[in-house]
């Protein structure tokens, strides 16, 4: 079986904004990636922000608000903690949605111990929580951040009507 795979990749100056552009890049490749190629309009029956895309006959569907939290969180972190441009890259490979930010520093993030009374520094904590794995890996010229979301798989049902029998 041949792997169903999107990857795409953007710069960004880590100014003000970033953020958001980030998001909606993210947003609009997650629709390009998984819009289902014999049927542009999502099919009822999805859970909300899930969209469908055949690989096989198979659909996938991604959590799409659960992958613009981690994308905001990711860049936020790099925004907020390394000088400079960064990075955000993104693959949907069957199975997996890996969302990869490289910034130019070369500490990594910190996971804090759970604190309900701290205020702020919870982002990585919420990205573990919804990842399969999270992990932060040297660069030449900083790190990179590696988050990977599981991707939903289902049979695609067969729309079409059946063969009269004569």
Same mark, same amino acid.
């Given at each position: 079986?041949?792997?169903?795979t ?5 710069w960004?100056d880590?100014?003000?904004g970033t953020?958001t552009?980030?998001?909606d890049?993210?947003?609009?490749f997650?629709r390009r990636a998984?819009?289902a190629d014999?049927?542009?309009?999502a099919?009822?029956?999805l $859970? ?7 690989v096989r006959? !198979?659909a996938?569907e991604?959590?799409?608000d659960?992958? +613009?939290l %981690? ?5 936020t972190?790099a925004?907020?903690h390394a ?9 949907l ?5 890996e969302?990869?930010v490289c910034?130019?520093?070369?500490a990594g993030?910190?996971l804090?111990?759970p604190?309900p009374?701290r205020?702020g520094g919870?982002?990585m904590e919420?990205? $573990? ?8 890996e040297? !660069?030449p010229h900083g ?5 990977? +979301?599981g %991707?939903?798989r289902?049979?695609?049902?067969d729309?079409?009507?059946?063969a009269k029998?004569?």
């Amino acid at each position: 079986m041949t792997e169903h795979t999107a990857e795409a990749g953007w710069w960004y100056d880590g100014g003000v904004g970033t953020v958001t552009v980030a998001r909606d890049a993210t947003a609009a490749f997650l629709r390009r990636a998984t819009r289902a190629d014999d049927d542009p309009d999502a099919p009822s029956g999805l $859970a909300p922000g899930a969209h469908p895309s055949r690989v096989r006959g !198979t659909a996938v569907e991604v959590d799409t608000d659960t992958a +613009l939290l %981690v994308v905001s969180e990711l860049v936020t972190n790099a925004v907020k903690h390394a000088p400079g441009p960064l990075r955000l890259e993104l693959a949907l490979r069957e199975g997996t949605l890996e969302i990869s930010v490289c910034d130019g520093s070369t500490a990594g993030p910190v996971l804090r111990a759970p604190d309900p009374e701290r205020i702020g520094g919870h982002g990585m904590e919420i990205v $573990a929580a919804l990842c399969r794995y999270v992990v932060s890996e040297p !660069t030449p010229h900083g790190k990179r951040v590696t988050a990977v +979301l599981g %991707v939903t798989r289902r049979p695609r049902l067969d729309t079409r009507a059946p063969a009269k029998r004569g």
